[in-house]
């Protein structure tokens, strides 16, 4: 059989998906639960059965499952939360809901498909040469009316402004890939400035990164990213010349709107850009004031940030610290480059890579000088407001810089993830979940932005949604670390103890591989819930000490009712500014204590 569907076919007797003729790579796994689902399309199939037909020779949990989802949906650039062919059924399963065309291929005794048409025309009979005329005549008739509404459609959405966008990665003309990070740095900018058009939603770099090699139509892309238009081009830099050449179309009608190019030096790269976003403001219909003169920037300074930039988007931390205190030591009145650092230190710190004590003090001088050199850079104060919350604990400071970030960047996903988390550290949870919802709406296709909208979910107690939140999420990216941590915690409050125990043991693993995995699982089959997080405890005791294993232990003990040992461990997170103490008063695990004297005080000493 090959099965059709899209632009794609799936073969079943050669094993393979091809698009174009061109053969796709896929593990076996992944395409062997493809045609599964092809097979069984229209209908739920439950986990389970795909686990016992797909994995029948290994004994895998449900996260293989899960991963090979996720593969399958890069591969055809499906949507989980408005697919096309893959529907996930929270909790359930999975249904295969494209339409489908099933070629059945038979061959003769010659080894020629027995379909294969004749080389001999043959004349249709007179009932069949009636029909088809009936057909065409009633096909041309639908034609005729499909034009008329699409006609009617062009027009009225030639009235209609343009209230959403995506900026596709700028392409990199330049023949060296070794520019790659000049051409995406050049996009992160570009989004930047685009996004200060008021009443414009700007979709956010991650999502957008995810076409940077498109294999889908612009219409598609608008209609997966949920934008009336996109705005695509290219960048070059050949010596001390940059030349951008940018068009905007209009998604809802295929319609080219506007296309220039734009060359001038390096140093004038930043006014290069506001031109840019003044020409995309006037063509969307929308009133982009004109931005503050910026200086010309200098091209050795620009280039340093633009590889921090692109270093910190592929989570290499180090380096891109490494690139941003280049930039800042080329020009030290560099503002872009401050609050770029001060954001990489924050994600250090969070990121576990360094001790919160040496990293937090220098990313809330950096982003201070941002604000003194920059009075409207938004990430400034994001990141400052981000350090105030989860380091200095600074609770009114931290509100007002984090609100001044937003409305700056108004379509900065970052900065509405951030203050999600300032408000459920302050015990407003529901807004929280309000926040982190608009952050995934302008990042849509960012596996953060996903993992901590479920993260956040479930600190409001809305445990289903948070599951099916972190389900997605998983499809997205193969974490176990940041995801299989929460999945455990869901399934303890839902009370399923033994997924709770399963999802934990392949988190623990993910950041502590030397541990006895196998003989913990032992523990808990053997002797059950406490006696699981006794050991779990004690094996941490001997581990490295790092910010956050005193909580680890700590909460290890709640389950346990060891109270003494559970408030003395938590008063070491505290002094190891350890992130997940600021969220304990949303945190389902400490509602049995929260009436105990020994609590309170540790909301006093984080000024909660």
């Given at each position: 059989?090959?099965?059709?569907?899209?632009?794609?076919?799936?073969?079943?007797?050669?094993?393979r998906?091809?698009?174009?003729?061109?053969?796709?790579?896929?593990?076996?796994?992944?395409?062997?639960?493809?045609?599964?689902?092809?097979?069984?399309?229209?209908?739920?199939?439950?986990k389970?059965?795909?686990?016992?037909?797909?994995?029948?020779?290994?004994?895998?949990?449900?996260?293989?499952?899960?991963?090979?989802?996720?593969?399958l949906?890069?591969?055809?650039?499906?949507?989980?939360?408005?697919?096309?062919?893959?529907?996930?059924?929270?909790?359930?399963?999975?249904?295969?809901?494209?339409?489908?065309?099933?070629?059945?291929?038979?061959?003769?005794?010659?080894?020629?498909?027995?379909?294969?048409?004749?080389?001999?025309?043959?004349?249709?009979?007179?009932?069949?040469?009636?029909?088809?005329?009936?057909?065409?005549v009633?096909?041309?008739?639908c034609?005729?009316?499909?034009?008329?509404?699409?006609?009617?459609?062009?027009?009225?959405?030639?009235?209609?402004p343009?209230?959403?966008?995506?900026?596709?990665?700028?392409?990199?003309?330049?023949?060296?890939?070794?520019?790659?990070?000049?051409?995406?740095?050049?996009?992160?900018?570009l989004?930047?400035?685009i996004?200060?058009?008021?009443?414009?939603?700007?979709?956010?770099?991650?999502?957008?990164?995810?076409?940077?090699?498109?294999?889908?139509?612009?219409?598609?892309?608008?209609?997966?990213?949920?934008?009336?238009?996109?705005a695509?081009?290219?960048?070059?830099?050949?010596?001390?010349?940059?030349?951008?050449?940018?068009?905007?179309?209009?998604?809802?009608?295929?319609?080219?709107?506007?296309?220039?190019?734009?060359?001038?030096?390096a140093?004038?790269?930043l006014?290069?850009q506001?031109?840019?976003?003044?020409?995309?403001?006037?063509?969307?219909?929308?009133?982009?004031?004109?931005?503050?003169?910026?200086?010309?920037?200098?091209?050795?300074?620009?280039?340093?940030?633009?590889?921090?930039?692109?270093?910190?988007?592929?989570?290499?931390?180090?380096?891109?610290?490494?690139?941003?205190?280049?930039?800042?030591?080329?020009?030290?009145?560099?503002?872009?480059?401050?609050?770029?650092?001060?954001?990489?230190?924050?994600?250090a710190?969070?990121?576990?890579?360094?001790?919160?004590?040496?990293?937090?003090?220098?990313?809330?001088?950096?982003?201070?000088?941002?604000?003194?050199?920059?009075?409207?850079?938004?990430?400034?104060?994001?990141?400052?407001?981000?350090?105030?919350?989860?380091?200095?604990?600074?609770?009114?400071?931290?509100?007002?810089?984090?609100?001044?970030?937003?409305?700056?960047?108004?379509?900065?996903?970052?900065a509405?993830?951030k203050?999600?988390?300032?408000?459920?550290?302050?015990?407003?949870?529901?807004d929280?979940?309000?926040?982190?919802r608009?952050?995934?709406?302008?990042?849509?296709?960012?596996?953060?932005?996903?993992?901590?909208?479920?993260?956040?979910?479930?600190?409001?107690?809305?445990?289903?949604?948070?599951?099916?939140?972190?389900?997605l999420?998983?499809?997205?990216?193969?974490?176990?670390?940041?995801?299989?941590?929460?999945?455990?915690?869901?399934?303890?409050?839902?009370?399923?103890?033994?997924?709770?125990?399963?999802h934990?043991?392949?988190?623990?693993h993910?950041?502590?591989?030397?541990?006895?995995?196998?003989?913990?699982?032992?523990?808990?089959?053997?002797?059950?819930?406490?006696?699981?997080?006794?050991?779990?405890?004690?094996?941490?005791?001997?581990?490295?000490?790092?910010?956050?294993?005193?909580?680890?232990?700590?909460?290890s003990?709640?389950?346990?009712?060891?109270?003494?040992?559970?408030?003395?461990s938590?008063?070491?997170?505290?002094?190891?500014?350890?992130y997940?103490?600021?969220?304990?008063?949303?945190?389902?695990?400490?509602?049995t204590?929260?009436?105990?004297?020994?609590?309170?005080?540790?909301?006093?000493r984080?000024?909660l």
């Amino acid at each position: 059989m090959i099965y059709r569907f899209d632009d794609f076919e799936a073969d079943d007797d050669a094993f393979r998906l091809t698009t174009d003729g061109a053969a796709m790579p896929l593990e076996p796994k992944a395409l062997r639960l493809l045609l599964y689902l092809i097979e069984r399309r229209g209908r739920l199939v439950r986990k389970q059965e795909l686990l016992d037909a797909v994995w029948s020779d290994a004994a895998v949990s449900e996260s293989a499952l899960t991963r090979a989802v996720g593969l399958l949906r890069k591969t055809l650039a499906d949507d989980s939360r408005e697919p096309r062919f893959i529907e996930t059924v929270p909790t359930a399963g999975y249904r295969f809901i494209a339409q489908v065309e099933v070629v059945s291929v038979a061959h003769d005794s010659m080894g020629v498909p027995s379909g294969a048409p004749s080389l001999t025309p043959q004349p249709r009979p007179v009932a069949e040469r009636r029909k088809l005329l009936r057909t065409g005549v009633l096909g041309a008739a639908c034609l005729a009316v499909l034009a008329a509404v699409t006609w009617l459609i062009a027009s009225r959405h030639q009235s209609e402004p343009i209230r959403s966008l995506a900026v596709l990665p700028l392409a990199n003309l330049s023949g060296d890939a070794s520019e790659e990070y000049f051409a995406d740095g050049m996009t992160d900018e570009l989004i930047t400035q685009i996004a200060r058009i008021p009443n414009l939603h700007v979709v956010s770099r991650t999502s957008v990164m995810a076409y940077k090699d498109p294999r889908r139509s612009l219409q598609e892309i608008a209609r997966q990213l949920n934008v009336d238009a996109i705005a695509e081009g290219s960048v070059v830099r050949s010596g001390s010349r940059v030349r951008i050449t940018a068009q905007l179309i209009d998604a809802r009608t295929d319609r080219h709107l506007w296309a220039q190019s734009f060359e001038g030096n390096a140093s004038d790269v930043l006014s290069l850009q506001d031109n840019v976003a003044q020409q995309i403001a006037q063509q969307t219909r929308l009133v982009l004031l004109p931005p503050a003169a910026r200086p010309p920037v200098n091209p050795a300074a620009h280039d340093a940030y633009l590889r921090g930039r692109y270093f910190l988007n592929k989570q290499d931390v180090s380096h891109s610290l490494e690139s941003f205190e280049q930039a800042i030591a080329i020009d030290p009145g560099y503002a872009s480059a401050y609050a770029g650092y001060a954001t990489a230190l924050d994600a250090a710190a969070t990121f576990g890579i360094g001790r919160p004590e040496e990293l937090m003090p220098k990313a809330l001088a950096a982003a201070q000088r941002a604000i003194q050199l920059d009075p409207q850079n938004g990430e400034a104060y994001t990141a400052l407001g981000s350090v105030q919350t989860i380091y200095s604990w600074d609770w009114a400071a931290a509100e007002q810089n984090l609100t001044r970030g937003i409305a700056l960047n108004p379509n900065d996903a970052l900065a509405e993830f951030k203050y999600a988390i300032y408000l459920d550290a302050t015990g407003r949870p529901q807004d929280a979940v309000t926040h982190m919802r608009h952050a995934v709406e302008l990042d849509p296709l960012s596996f953060f932005a996903d993992r901590r909208l479920s993260a956040t979910l479930y600190l409001a107690r809305q445990y289903d949604a948070a599951l099916a939140q972190m389900q997605l999420a998983q499809e997205m990216e193969h974490s176990p670390g940041s995801t299989d941590n929460y999945l455990s915690l869901i399934y303890e409050q839902r009370g399923d103890r033994d997924k709770a125990v399963e999802h934990d043991l392949i988190a623990l693993h993910s950041y502590e591989p030397q541990l006895d995995m196998h003989g913990l699982l032992h523990e808990y089959q053997q002797h059950g819930w406490e006696s699981y997080w006794r050991a779990r405890a004690h094996a941490l005791i001997a581990t490295p000490a790092r910010p956050c294993i005193a909580y680890q232990i700590g909460v290890s003990d709640l389950r346990v009712h060891d109270l003494d040992d559970a408030f003395s461990s938590f008063q070491r997170a505290i002094g190891s500014h350890c992130y997940s103490m600021v969220l304990i008063r949303v945190d389902p695990l400490f509602d049995t204590v929260r009436q105990d004297a020994r609590y309170g005080e540790l909301l006093k000493r984080m000024h909660l």
